[in-house]
Structures are given as C-alpha cells and as structure tokens.
C-alpha cells in the first residue's frame, strides 16, 4: 500500500501547484478501497484520505469447502464496487494488487485502469488484474517478461518522507553514535520471527560491532523488551529498539551502513534510494516473490541472501564479514545505488492523470 500512498501524494502535489490557466486536477477527488476487516485501514486514515470497504476474498489454492463462500463474497464485493463508481464516478482506477482489487477491477472494467507491479514477479491476482488494465507500471525491467503487452518500467514509488532524511539529521533523530557503524534489522510491517530469533541471543556480540536498529513488529516486541532490560547499560545505549517505526523509518534507512530484512517489494525501491547494501532472508512462504526480488539484486551485487532455514547458523558470518570489510560495503552501496528510481512515483501520478485526460 505505501506505493500507492506516494502517488497519492504526487497526485496531491500536483493539484495544489497546478497553475490556474492550466487543465490541472483541480478540487482532486481521491477515494481508498480496501477490504473489510484489512491492515490498511490505519495507514490510510493517517494520510487524510477517505477510506471505503469492500468484502473480498480469494480463490486461488482455495479447499471446495471454503469455495463456495468465497464466491459468495466475491459477488457481493462486485456490487458493492458498483455502487461505489455509481456515486463516486472515478475519472480513473489505480490497483496495487491484491484480491481486494478484483471487485472493483470487474466493476468497473469501462473505467481508464493503470495497474501498478511492485514485485518483480507478479502474483496470480496481478495477473488476473492485468486484464483490465489500460496500463501497466512496473518497477524493474526484469517484469515485463511476464505480461503478453509493454510494462513501462517506472522503478518503486517513494513517499516523500523518505526523501527528506540524510544521514546527518537521522543519527540526531534516533540519538545514534558517530564513531559506529549501524545496523538496521527489519522485518516487513508485522515483523519477521525467524529473524529475531537469529538476532536476540547474539546481541551481545553484534553491540560489540555495531549500533543496531532492531524494528521488530508488534507480535515479538514483548520478548525484545526483555532481551533488551537483559543487556549491559553501554549495551542498552548502542540497541535502538523499536516495535515499528511511522515517520522515522526514512532516519533508519538514511543511518544504517547495514541492513538486514526480508526481501518484499519495498527493498527494489527504498535500499536502492538510499544505497543500502543488504543482506536479504526471502520470507520462505510468499511463493517465489522475495526470492525474485532477492536474486535481482543479488545479481547485481548489491545484496547477499541468506536462506531463512539457515539464518541460525548463516547469519552472523555474513554481518560480521560485512562489517569489518567497509570497501566490500561500499562497492554494494553503489551498486545498489545504480537501481534507484527516485522519480518513479510522479512517473506513475503522470500516467493516472494522461489516463484521465490531465497532465502534470
């Protein structure tokens, strides 16, 4: 969902600055689907933008007893999207994915529709999206093997957060040591368990290394509390902890030197933007997304992947081998530099407004 909040904020941008005498999207009108009972809710709500549901439900790798209800669901979600563009009546449709998409996709099938690909390899649901889309962006050129017709290859939208962050105001903002090399562990929105599992018991000898920024979701921050009461007073000092980060996530991507994390959509946009050399744990259960992901920029030596099964005993040579090779950094830092994008998210808040008649 952050991809598609940074074209909204392009898309925003763009109606405030717009001159007069120009046929810009004045009084821009912006409405947020999502699933009933879904995670974006919070995010959204926390944007300023208004927020509808839908009831949604999959059917892909769906047992025959659950089929049944679901398609019940997925009926009353295509009402409920028409009704939506009945009293709505969008000049044009953005998806980012996701079977909470396919309602409002069939609905309204007639409406200008530009589907955006943040993954390398695009799921099932994607795909299925792809039929109704006018356009398609996405965000390496490794993805356009995958659609039968032109992908415009855009890079990952950015919110603009992120970009106000140098390394300088971040170590301020997360009261950080000049003399010591960050690490930042990170998990995606919720977390990754097997990750703070290889973390915890070797705090004490990564502190002895680096600073750590340790972002742990909310379902194991009790045991990272206690971990972190179970350190030194010096050792305390050096782990930043925290159980997610809002507006501060841009200060620890602009600090650390090192980053450890899974390998969803966000590391082809925000590590490149920051040239964040990576060491990247593919999530072993999301299909062959983040190993995609992961292998793009491990190819192009900008990252290294350690197997989840193998974080126990893999991970720890691999930071500690990282961290005393600075020149070995800095050649990832680069490469990962050269894949950046930055302006992909105005690439993309050009193509919704072309669709709808507008430019920016």
């Known amino acids: 969902m952050y991809p598609a909040l940074a074209v909204v904020e392009q898309l925003k941008a763009a109606d405030l600055n717009a001159p007069s005498s120009n046929p810009q999207p004045s009084n821009l009108k912006l409405l947020w689907i999502g699933g009933e009972g879904g995670m974006e809710a919070e995010l959204v709500k926390r944007a300023g933008l208004p927020f509808q549901t839908i009831p949604a439900a999959g059917l892909h790798g769906v047992g025959l007893r659950a089929l049944p209800r679901n398609l019940i669901t ?12 009945h009293e709505f009546k969008p000049d044009v449709l953005f998806f980012t994915g996701g079977y909470v998409a396919g309602p409002m996709a069939f609905a309204g099938r007639k ?25 398609i962006a996405v965000t390496t050129p490794d993805s356009q093997k995958y ?70 979701g909310q379902l194991d921050w009790e045991a990272i509390q206690t971990a972190r009461n179970g350190l030194s007073s010096g050792q305390q000092q050096r782990y930043h902890a925290f159980p997610y980060l809002h507006e501060e996530m841009g200060a ?30 593919p999530y072993p259960h999301a299909w062959r997304y983040q ?45 990962m530099k050269s894949l950046s994008h930055p302006q992909a998210a105005q690439a993309i808040a050009e193509q919704l407004l072309q669709l709808g008649g507008l430019s920016l």
């Not at 997925?74 to 563009?85: D, N, Y």
């Not at 529709?113 to 792809?130: C, H, K, M, Q, R």
């Not at 900008?302 to 040579?317: S, T």
């Open 147 to 216: 659609f039968s017709r032109k992908a415009t290859v855009t890079g990952y939208p950015l919110r603009m957060e992120l970009e106000t962050w140098d390394k300088q105001k971040a170590y301020r903002a997360l009261n950080l040591e000049a003399d010591a090399p960050v690490l930042l562990v990170f998990g995606g929105s919720k977390g990754a368990h097997s990750i703070n599992e290889a973390i915890v018991p070797r705090l004490p000898t990564l502190l002895e290394m680096a600073q750590v920024i340790h972002i742990s």
């Open 291 to 335: 190993k995609v992901n992961a292998d793009y920029l491990a190819e192009r030596g900008a990252a290294v992947i350690v197997k989840d099964e193998f974080l126990m005993e893999g991970l720890m040579p691999v930071i500690k081998d990282l961290l005393a090779n600075p020149s070995k950094r800095e050649a990832m830092s680069k490469a």
């Open 252 to 281: 620890a991507l602009a600090s650390a030197d090192l980053v450890i994390s899974r390998a969803g959509a966000s590391t082809l946009g925000e590590f490149p933007f920051f040239g964040l050399p990576a060491i990247l744990v």
């Open 74 to 85: 997925l009926a009353r979600g295509i009402q409920a999207s028409m009704k939506i563009l």
């Open 111 to 135: 409406i200008p529709t530009l589907l955006y690909v943040p993954d390398i390899e695009p799921g099932l649901a994607l795909n299925s999206l792809a039929r109704f889309a006018d356009q």
